[in-house]
């Protein structure tokens, strides 16, 4: 009997000491103490149950293609996001509105091709990002600037395009070189895979000079077709207004001459018969 007794007792207390599970974990999503493994379970799209007190997500290797707007309730203790190997093509704007407090985020191994500097506006704690393994060919401006508190930055394997549109993350990197990392948090070399002549050269071999041939404010393509649509006219116009101005101060000046006649001489008016 104290036998059965002392091995209930053991029991009670390993049930208490187990941790409850939450009652709002989502059914594909191991759950405890805040953090959250919806890791691996073939999702498409971020579970929409989360608790409150989520302190850190993991949804890597998942089958997720886009982060619409505001695809994650309100997170306000969330820390750490991982979506690693997902299928990840297209980040809204406003996606990650409400997760003011995260530290963490990790994109890395995705079909990203371009990032809105909108997107990483409300992470203004950020202190580690991980983009690498992406499609990415260059950098917005501003997307980094948006980041003030950012200590880790990856960008490794990304198809880097070495053009006048790389000066933006060139910058950026001039100032802020150690803080992008590769595994291991190492220092890592980004390396140019376009165009074919520079493929795998440093993108911090380049120098000052090598984009002085670059516009500091290029123009977009809205302001191109205005300069053709408004260019051509102008010109016109002008051209019609100075031959129009001319031809009026020319028909101004004849009005103005005094009209020439000859006057006869004496002794010509005395040779006159009659």
Same mark, same amino acid.
């Given at each position: 009997?104290?036998?059965?007794?002392?091995?209930?007792? /053991? +029991?009670?207390? @390993?049930?208490? !000491?187990?941790? &409850?599970?939450?009652?709002?974990? #989502?059914?594909? *999503?191991? =759950? $405890?103490?805040?953090?959250?493994?919806?890791?691996?379970?073939?999702?498409?799209?971020?579970?929409?149950?989360?608790?409150?007190?989520?302190?850190?997500?993991?949804?890597?290797?998942?089958?997720?293609?886009?982060?619409?707007?505001?695809?994650?309730?309100?997170?306000?203790?969330?820390?750490?996001?991982?979506?690693?190997?997902?299928?990840?093509?297209?980040?809204?704007?406003?996606?990650?509105?409400?997760?003011?407090?995260?530290?963490?985020?990790?994109?890395?191994?995705?079909?990203?091709?371009?990032?809105?500097?909108?997107?990483?506006?409300?992470?203004?704690?950020?202190?580690?990002?991980?983009?690498?393994?992406?499609?990415?060919?260059?950098?917005?401006?501003? /997307? +980094?600037?948006? @980041?003030?508190? !950012?200590?880790? &930055?990856?960008?490794?394997?990304? #198809?880097?395009? *070495?053009? =006048? $549109?790389?000066?933006?993350?060139?910058?950026?990197?001039?100032?802020?070189?150690?803080?992008?990392?590769?595994?291991?948090?190492?220092?890592?070399?980004?390396?140019?895979?376009?165009?074919?002549?520079?493929?795998?050269?440093?993108?911090?071999?380049?120098?000052?000079?090598?984009?002085?041939?670059?516009?500091?404010?290029?123009?977009?393509?809205?302001?191109?077709?205005?300069?053709?649509?408004?260019?051509?006219?102008?010109?016109?116009?002008?051209?019609?207004?100075?031959?129009?101005?001319?031809?009026?101060?020319?028909?101004?000046?004849?009005?103005?001459?005094?009209?020439?006649?000859?006057?006869?001489?004496?002794?010509?008016?005395?040779?006159?018969?009659?």
């Amino acid at each position: 009997m104290g036998r059965w007794w002392g091995r209930g007792a /053991v +029991l009670a207390c @390993l049930l208490l !000491l187990r941790p &409850l599970p939450s009652p709002c974990c #989502p059914a594909a *999503c191991r =759950c $405890s103490l805040g953090n959250v493994d919806c890791s691996e379970h073939g999702l498409r799209e971020v579970p929409p149950s989360l608790a409150a007190n989520t302190s850190t997500l993991w949804l890597g290797y998942n089958f997720i293609t886009v982060l619409g707007p505001r695809s994650f309730p309100p997170l306000p203790g969330l820390r750490v996001l991982s979506l690693p190997h997902n299928h990840l093509r297209l980040i809204h704007s406003q996606a990650l509105v409400g997760l003011e407090a995260l530290l963490e985020l990790d994109l890395s191994d995705n079909y990203l091709t371009v990032l809105s500097p909108e997107t990483f506006q409300p992470l203004t704690s950020l202190t580690k990002l991980n983009l690498g393994g992406n499609r990415l060919r260059q950098l917005e401006p501003g /997307v +980094l600037q948006a @980041l003030p508190q !950012l200590q880790a &930055l990856f960008l490794q394997d990304n #198809p880097w395009g *070495c053009s =006048c $549109s790389i000066l933006p993350l060139w910058r950026w990197l001039s100032h802020n070189s150690d803080k992008v990392r590769g595994e291991c948090l190492r220092t890592v070399l980004l390396l140019c895979r376009v165009p074919e002549q520079l493929n795998k050269y440093p993108i911090m071999a380049f120098g000052n000079e090598s984009f002085r041939q670059c516009q500091e404010t290029p123009l977009s393509a809205q302001h191109y077709v205005t300069f053709m649509i408004i260019g051509p006219f102008s010109f016109m116009a002008s051209i019609f207004f100075c031959t129009f101005t001319g031809s009026v101060v020319v028909v101004y000046h004849n009005l103005r001459k005094e009209p020439h006649v000859p006057r006869r001489s004496c002794s010509a008016s005395s040779q006159d018969p009659g």
